[in-house]
């Protein structure tokens, strides 16, 4: 990721609309998130601010997130003194990833008074301020910081404020190509790295794009590509772009980069770009964060079944020698007259054979003739008894494989909501524990599903986990509405709210069963379809599993650009 100082200024000055407007509302989601709600003549919107050590960012948001009922104390202080307050400046600390909000007020007494929030992105030492600007003082913050965290600057309500350490680096609008040539050491070699530490707000991302533009890293050729940079920031050529990898690496940035990718995606403006980016990342974080104990518990009920499923199938293979023990131990016994104790093996003729060849049996030399004959019935019975018995533990066991695998699948996707909906299924049947001191409770209301919007307005409906797809399934869906499912895939089921949809909105619903299935990065994903009435929940089913018939199949490769469209589509009228 590259969140560094040149998006950060892109993104400042996308902010400057709502210099002489008011901060409305300020909420706290979690710990380590803040959304402000802003208000100008030009322009209205929401501003994430997040000091999450891994996704430490600031910027205009869509999403909607779910706030505690009791507001956190920062949240309340906030409130105190920034809701209804003019936003007078808001300006980046050089080019540094730290951005200062001034905001002006009056308080109880009716005197104006202007605070500055200050915002530091600096991953794990990131952190929001709250100043009295005239004084210093700091009125409180997110994060503390006493002296014994930090030497350098003490970050305490009641304490004076103290900038983070000046690094001596060069701001990017500030010099030429030579001055970034004659501080880089030839002979050391790792230019672009020698040029993150001399260069003010340069990730490595963007220190590794000078070198490439350079192509032959001398001197005259990094002063170039450095001011084809400069220039690009100076005149705003932004071009903010997300790129995507499949091995799950994405990067972003709002410059062009000449990065290897398997496909990009362009915005018009940075703000959007980071929304969709960081929505999807810290999404599963925070989704990886809550769910990591019931992801592990899975991961080893999973292991476990395919560990007991090979020893099922050796036993089966096995217990295909029955007929063989059964007859050795039958040739044993026409030759106990031939056996003494302390033989290792026999060669007896095998009557059942037309030749009369011999066959050489192995013995236990402990054991007495008798017993050796014995060991051998007893193996045939056990062996036949397996034929039976184990057959129907391997069928019992690829059922609980298939189901864990679907559980993992559903995690990979699941959203925070749909988490503790996974942990009560797994209560309700019998894999976990109910946690000490929780209330016996039955959850009585419905499960929630996801809403996408095909382009022609058509209103498609998502399971995420089991029951979810069960309710969906068996109560939401009408009768003659199309079903979909991935093809002998562990995925959602879904279902178009329409009896006869296009074949673009068809393939659009197919597109949301692969993406929301364990094939989601792959291509050509077989996604059957059908009507609701053909589709059955066998009796004593596990959560989820159906059969269904008459079904028809189309090869999706999922479009994760287009499953987001559809969330943000709104609903329209159709005939």
Request: with cysteine; net charge positive; proline share 4%.
């Given at each position: 990721?590259?969140?560094?100082?040149?998006?950060?200024?892109?993104?400042?000055?996308?902010?400057?609309?709502?210099?002489?407007?008011?901060?409305?509302?300020?909420?706290?989601?979690?710990?380590?998130?803040?959304?402000?709600?802003?208000?100008?003549?030009?322009?209205?919107?929401?501003?994430?601010?997040?000091?999450?050590?891994?996704?430490?960012?600031?910027?205009?948001?869509?999403?909607?997130?779910?706030?505690?009922?009791?507001?956190?104390?920062?949240?309340?202080?906030?409130?105190?003194?920034?809701?209804?307050?003019?936003?007078?400046?808001?300006?980046?600390?050089?080019?540094?990833?730290?951005?200062?909000?001034?905001?002006?007020?009056?308080?109880?007494?009716?005197?104006?008074?202007?605070?500055?929030?200050?915002?530091?992105?600096?991953?794990?030492?990131?952190?929001?301020?709250?100043?009295?600007?005239?004084?210093?003082?700091?009125?409180?913050?997110?994060?503390?910081?006493?002296?014994?965290?930090?030497?350098?600057?003490?970050?305490?309500?009641?304490?004076?404020?103290?900038?983070?350490?000046?690094?001596?680096?060069?701001?990017?609008?500030?010099?030429?190509?030579?001055?970034?040539?004659?501080?880089?050491?030839?002979?050391?070699?790792?230019?672009d790295r020698q040029i993150v530490g001399i260069v003010s707000g340069f990730s490595p991302q963007i220190a590794a794009e000078v070198v490439r533009r350079a192509g032959l890293p001398h001197k005259d050729a990094i002063a170039a590509a450095f001011e084809k940079i400069q220039s690009e920031i100076r005149g705003h050529k932004y071009q903010p772009t997300i790129f995507f990898n499949e091995r799950g690496k994405d990067d972003f940035h709002v410059l062009r980069l000449s990065l290897n990718s398997d496909r990009t995606?362009?915005?018009?403006?940075?703000?959007?770009?980071?929304?969709?980016?960081?929505?999807?990342?810290?999404?599963?974080?925070?989704?990886?964060?809550?769910?990591?104990?019931?992801?592990?518990?899975?991961?080893?009920?999973?292991?476990?079944?395919?560990?007991?499923?090979?020893?099922?199938?050796?036993?089966?293979?096995?217990?295909?020698?029955?007929?063989?023990?059964?007859?050795?131990?039958?040739?044993?016994?026409?030759?106990?007259?031939?056996?003494?104790?302390?033989?290792?093996?026999?060669?007896?003729?095998?009557?059942?054979?037309?030749?009369?060849?011999?066959?050489?049996?192995?013995?236990?030399?402990?054991?007495?003739?008798?017993?050796?004959?014995?060991?051998?019935?007893?193996?045939?019975?056990?062996?036949?008894?397996?034929?039976?018995?184990?057959?129907?533990?391997?069928?019992?066991?690829?059922?609980?494989?298939?189901?864990?695998?679907?559980?993992?699948?559903?995690?990979?996707?699941?959203?925070?909501?749909?988490?503790?909906?996974?942990?009560?299924?797994?209560?309700?049947?019998?894999?976990?524990?109910?946690?000490?001191?929780?209330?016996?409770?039955?959850?009585?209301?419905?499960?929630?599903?996801?809403?996408?919007?095909?382009?022609?307005?058509?209103?498609?409906?998502?399971?995420?986990?089991?029951?979810?797809?069960?309710?969906?399934?068996?109560?939401?869906?009408?009768?003659?509405?199309?079903?979909?499912?991935?093809?002998?895939?562990?995925?959602?089921?879904?279902?178009?709210?329409?009896?006869?949809?296009?074949?673009?909105?068809?393939?659009?619903?197919?597109?949301?069963?692969?993406?929301?299935?364990?094939?989601?990065?792959?291509?050509?994903?077989?996604?059957?379809?059908?009507?609701?009435?053909?589709?059955?929940?066998?009796?004593?089913?596990?959560?989820?599993?159906?059969?269904?018939?008459?079904?028809?199949?189309?090869?999706?490769?999922?479009?994760?650009?287009?499953?987001?469209?559809?969330?943000?589509?709104?609903a329209r009228e159709t005939k």
């Amino acid at each position: 990721m590259a969140y560094d100082g040149i998006v950060t200024h892109a993104a400042v000055e996308e902010l400057q609309d709502f210099t002489g407007g008011r901060i409305a509302k300020i909420y706290q989601p979690t710990p380590t998130d803040l959304i402000f709600h802003l208000r100008s003549r030009h322009a209205r919107g929401k501003l994430l601010i997040s000091i999450n050590a891994a996704f430490a960012r600031m910027h205009l948001t869509e999403q909607s997130a779910d706030n505690p009922q009791e507001p956190p104390m920062f949240c309340m202080l906030l409130r105190k003194h920034l809701e209804g307050s003019v936003i007078q400046r808001i300006e980046q600390l050089g080019f540094e990833r730290i951005v200062h909000i001034d905001a002006r007020s009056r308080n109880e007494f009716g005197d104006l008074t202007e605070k500055q929030l200050i915002i530091e992105l600096m991953g794990r030492h990131s952190n929001v301020i709250l100043i009295d600007k005239e004084s210093k003082r700091i009125i409180d913050c997110m994060k503390h910081l006493t002296p014994a965290v930090n030497r350098f600057r003490t970050v305490l309500p009641g304490e004076t404020y103290v900038s983070p350490p000046d690094q001596a680096k060069l701001n990017p609008l500030e010099m030429t190509g030579s001055d970034l040539t004659c501080r880089i050491e030839w002979n050391t070699g790792k230019i672009d790295r020698q040029i993150v530490g001399i260069v003010s707000g340069f990730s490595p991302q963007i220190a590794a794009e000078v070198v490439r533009r350079a192509g032959l890293p001398h001197k005259d050729a990094i002063a170039a590509a450095f001011e084809k940079i400069q220039s690009e920031i100076r005149g705003h050529k932004y071009q903010p772009t997300i790129f995507f990898n499949e091995r799950g690496k994405d990067d972003f940035h709002v410059l062009r980069l000449s990065l290897n990718s398997d496909r990009t995606e362009t915005f018009k403006s940075v703000h959007q770009m980071l929304d969709r980016y960081y929505m999807v990342k810290a999404q599963t974080d925070a989704v990886r964060q809550k769910a990591g104990d019931l992801s592990h518990f899975i991961t080893n009920e999973l292991k476990k079944y395919k560990t007991k499923l090979k020893k099922l199938n050796k036993t089966l293979r096995d217990a295909e020698d029955a007929d063989k023990y059964r007859l050795y131990g039958e040739l044993l016994t026409a030759s106990m007259h031939q056996i003494k104790r302390g033989d290792q093996r026999a060669e007896v003729v095998n009557y059942y054979d037309p030749n009369q060849e011999k066959v050489t049996i192995k013995l236990n030399p402990n054991r007495t003739p008798s017993e050796n004959t014995q060991a051998y019935f007893k193996k045939y019975n056990k062996a036949k008894t397996a034929k039976h018995v184990v057959a129907e533990q391997v069928v019992e066991t690829q059922r609980e494989i298939a189901y864990f695998e679907g559980l993992v699948q559903q995690i990979e996707s699941a959203s925070l909501k749909d988490i503790e909906e996974i942990r009560e299924e797994l209560v309700d049947g019998g894999y976990l524990k109910k946690k000490h001191r929780q209330k016996e409770r039955k959850s009585k209301h419905k499960p929630v599903l996801d809403h996408y919007y095909a382009s022609d307005g058509t209103l498609i409906l998502v399971g995420k986990n089991n029951k979810q797809n069960d309710y969906l399934t068996t109560k939401a869906a009408a009768r003659d509405e199309i079903w979909l499912h991935t093809k002998d895939i562990p995925g959602s089921h879904v279902v178009i709210r329409s009896q006869d949809p296009s074949e673009e909105t068809l393939l659009e619903a197919a597109h949301l069963a692969a993406f929301y299935s364990k094939s989601r990065m792959g291509s050509g994903v077989p996604v059957d379809y059908t009507k609701v009435r053909y589709v059955k929940k066998p009796s004593g089913a596990k959560p989820g599993f159906v059969i269904y018939t008459d079904q028809k199949t189309v090869y999706i490769t999922p479009d994760e650009s287009l499953v987001l469209k559809m969330r943000n589509q709104p609903a329209r009228e159709t005939k």
